[in-house]
């Protein structure tokens, strides 16, 4: 690992306390070229299940979720994201968390963040600190400011993004064809020293902070931008039932659950204690799926009603694929392999990858449209066995769904029709 020890401050605040801490930088794994010029690499890739969407994490930094990052002026670093957990996860540089996702600055050559203090020109002549984008070592795009990649350029804007973002959202076998990805970016206006972020240009709400560092790896500044990562932006980290499962918040929703049949999976072989498990996982998700599909109608509007429906038919789909990948059942070292299990891992990734962007769109109609993120309603089961086993149970706490979508006191139960269909649903998913 390459880090360095240094005071600074990653702002992980609610408004307007602020709190400064001690953080690891990391710098990547730096080197000399034959003609003395300094490059350092940052080999990029995502983990699917260090959160509801994933997070970044750095080879050379070690296991941790969005490590910081520490960069020097005029070294050219370059993110690499040929790993397959890139896909559908094109990097992005930007001066505020998040980027174009939250309308602001990224890094481009006819922008400069802070320009009021820096004294550049660069804004003018289209040639601020931008980041490059390749595919197969060939530069996508015209303007440049790195002489040791190509001359340095004035009055030229495309640094390539709007090549590199679209393959992103090939189908995954064709993404792998298209071949390896890398991002460069050499930040030459040592006046700024404020922290920069890497982000997602697909998926929102995985930043992180990108530290000015000396040559001896200490920050160059603490000062802190108007928007920083605040100390709610990244999910928990799973852990127990979410952790073995590889899913995101179904520890609550583990059968027997009142609004809920007793199972979803019958006639287990004893003795497959994997299965078993794994069992587990596709019953606490069905449940999850099954109580957040009972809905009221508040907006009043038949597309509300649908997305409150698909939100968590498409969390169950995620959940179940990246339940499958951890199990350790699929045997693929390429997914271009023409076997079943490689077959299988494209399925799992695509799902998992295209339908939580596809969350995040329809939960941006929902804000755009001033309409409940949630619209939950109650709906009690009683003994939807044959046998009569699953009858519910007084719950005291079920006014705190009203409040707490995410609580399993709260969830929501089906009569029989319900459940059948939403088994029905879960099958097809499979």
């Known amino acids: 690992m390459y880090f360095s020890r240094a005071l600074g401050a990653i702002a992980l605040f609610s408004s307007p306390l602020i709190s400064v801490a001690e953080v690891n930088i990391c710098r990547g794994k730096c080197q ?51 790993d397959v957990s890139n896909y559908y996860h094109p990097l992005g540089l ?60 004035t009055g030229e804007d495309n640094f390539g993004l709007d090549d590199y973002e679209p393959l992103f959202f090939y189908p995954l076998p064709a993404w792998r064809e298209e071949g390896d990805f890398h991002v460069t970016l050499k930040y030459d ?32 500044s603490t000062e802190k931008n108007e928007l920083e990562i605040r100390d709610d932006y990244y999910d928990a980290e799973p852990s127990g039932f979410d952790a073995t499962c590889g899913t995101f918040n179904l520890t609550d929703y583990q059968l027997p659950n009142q609004q809920c049949p007793d199972r979803f999976v019958c006639d287990l072989p004893e003795g497959n204690p994997e299965l078993i498990q794994f069992s587990q996982c596709i019953e606490a998700m069905d449940c999850h799926m099954v109580v957040s599909m009972t809905n009221k109608v508040q907006a009043q509007d038949q597309r509300a009603l649908f997305i409150h429906q698909m939100i968590p038919h498409h969390q169950n789909a995620v959940n179940m694929a990246k339940a499958l ?11 271009l392999e023409e076997n079943s299990d490689c077959q299988l891992e494209v399925i799992l990734r695509e799902i998992v990858n295209n339908q939580n962007f596809q969350i995040q769109a329809m939960k941006s109609i929902l804000e755009a449209n001033n309409w409940p993120l949630y619209d939950d309603c109650k709906v009690p089961i009683d003994g939807v066995d044959n046998d009569g086993t699953n ?40």
Do not use: W
């Not at 920069?196 to 040559?215: A, Q, R, T």
């Not at 149970?393 to 139960?413: C, F, L, N, V």
């Open 325 to 335: 990948m951890k199990s350790g059942k699929l045997n693929c070292d390429d997914i």
């Open 189 to 220: 206006e040592k006046n700024y020293t404020k922290d920069i972020f890497y982000f997602c240009h697909i998926h929102h709400g995985m930043s992180g902070v990108i530290k000015f560092i000396d040559s001896n790896g200490i920050a160059l």
């Open 94 to 153: 930007a001066y505020y968390v998040d980027g174009a996702h939250k309308e602001v600055d990224e890094l481009e050559p006819t922008i400069m963040g802070d320009s009021n203090n820096i004294g550049s020109s660069c804004v003018d002549d289209s040639s601020c600190p931008a980041p490059m984008y390749f595919k197969n070592d060939e530069y996508l795009g015209t303007y440049s400011n790195d002489a040791s990649i190509m001359a340095e350029t």
């Open 32 to 82: 000399m070229d034959a003609n003395g010029i300094k490059e350092c690499i940052f080999t990029m890739k995502v983990d699917l299940f260090a959160g509801e969407l994933g997070y970044y994490t750095v080879e050379e930094c070690g296991n941790g979720r969005n490590p910081t990052l520490g960069i020097e002026h005029g070294v050219t670093n370059k993110f690499l994201q040929t």
């Open 391 to 430: 009858v519910a149970k007084p719950d005291p706490d079920a006014d705190m769904r009203e409040t707490d979508p995410d609580s399993a006191a709260g969830s929501h139960g089906l009569d029989l029709f319900i459940s059948v269909c939403a088994l029905a649903i879960t099958i097809a998913l499979s």
